[in-house]
């Protein structure tokens, strides 16, 4: 993953840009879903050569707790351009997995949130240049 705080410092972005990509499969999708579900991983680990940090990503699930119903993944990029890049890339766009994708700017200020800790993750490595931050993601 390419370091959150990576510019910090130097002149470049001071604060995290967060983004939430929140994409619905398609009905019946669910064989696809799964064939492209290991390169779907790959794409989000290697989300740096994107210039993307990947703070959580997860499936989407009914009610049943299940049957997966699209894709919700929190990033830090420096614009929604890159966002847009990123997710248009997803082996389950490409292999037409989704059905609808949003790309909205997140306000991170809830306490006690993923997003908040990256939030705290990167204020911390400013000042540290060795913080241990953890991701989820699916």
């Known amino acids: 993953m390419r370091a959150p705080a990576e510019g910090f410092g130097k002149g470049e972005r001071t604060d995290p840009v ?3 990509v929140h994409a619905l499969d398609k009905k019946d999708i669910l064989p696809t879903r ?10 989000l ?7 993307v940090d990947v703070v959580t990503a997860d499936t989407l699930v009914a009610d049943d707790g299940e049957t997966p119903l699209g894709s919700i993944i929190i990033v830090d990029a420096a614009d929604r351009a890159t966002v ?4 248009r890339s997803d082996p389950y766009y490409v292999n037409g997995v989704w059905e609808r994708v949003a ?3 997140l306000h991170a200020s809830a306490v006690n949130n ?3 800790r990256h939030v705290e993750g990167l ?5 540290s240049p060795t913080p241990a ?3 989820n993601k699916h």
């Open 84 to 87: 847009d890049t990123f997710t």
């Open 103 to 105: 790309i909205h700017r």
């Open 45 to 51: 680990d290697q989300a740096e050569g994107h210039a």
């Open 123 to 127: 204020r911390f490595q400013i000042r």
């Open 133 to 135: 931050r953890s991701r």
């Open 114 to 116: 993923p997003v908040a």
């Open 34 to 43: 799964a064939k492209h579900y290991r390169a779907h991983c790959i794409h």
């Open 18 to 20: 967060l983004f939430v």
